[in-house]
């Protein structure tokens, strides 16, 4: 009796964990992703939309506006905003640093007419997620070893060049 007991308090105990995980989930939660603007374009364009991802880039400032490119893990998109929404952007992915993780709110535009066509977000609100980082590039000796083996070799190459030039002159 008390095995049973056991079994069906595990079983409810990972049942509401999946439906917790499940429910929480971006898809669930209306978080689009750059695959999902992209085929259901028609349906959403003019819409509000949420999207999440990493700033990548720079942050194009143009008068009291800017563009930021928002990567989600696949693609970027371009969003405009006021430039007081990307105020508090500390970090912007490259090669150097991890962009700050942010979600944004907007409208998303298939072809906007006020930006030649493109399809961007007007951000009505941006929250950061997770600020970025400086990224680390720890040296790998054995990338050493080989630098200084094949510069052995080149000098050795070299060297032997040298020599039968000198030899046959």
Not at 90 to 118: N, P, S, W
Request: charged fraction near 20%; proline fraction near 2%.
């Amino acid at each position: 009796m008390m095995k049973n007991r056991y079994a069906v308090k595990t079983c409810l105990i990972f049942l509401c964990i999946v439906f917790a995980l499940w429910h929480t989930s971006p898809a669930r939660a209306g978080i689009s992703t750059m695959e999902s603007l992209i085929i259901k374009s028609d349906q959403l364009d003019g819409q509000i939309v949420n999207f999440q991802g990493e700033v990548v880039g720079d942050i194009m400032r143009r008068g009291d506006y800017c563009w930021i490119n928002v990567h989600d893990g696949t693609e970027a998109i371009g969003v405009y905003c006021p430039a007081e929404m990307v105020q508090h952007i500390k970090f912007v992915g490259d090669y150097k640093h991890t962009g700050d993780m942010i979600l944004v709110q907007g409208t998303f535009h298939k072809a906007c007419r006020q930006h030649g066509g493109e399809l961007d977000i007007h951000a009505e609100r941006i929250r950061i997620i997770k600020t970025g980082a400086l990224r680390s590039y720890p040296l790998s000796l054995s990338r050493i070893y080989l630098a200084v083996a094949l510069l052995l070799c080149t000098v050795m190459i070299l060297g032997l060049f040298v020599y039968r030039r000198k030899v046959s002159a």
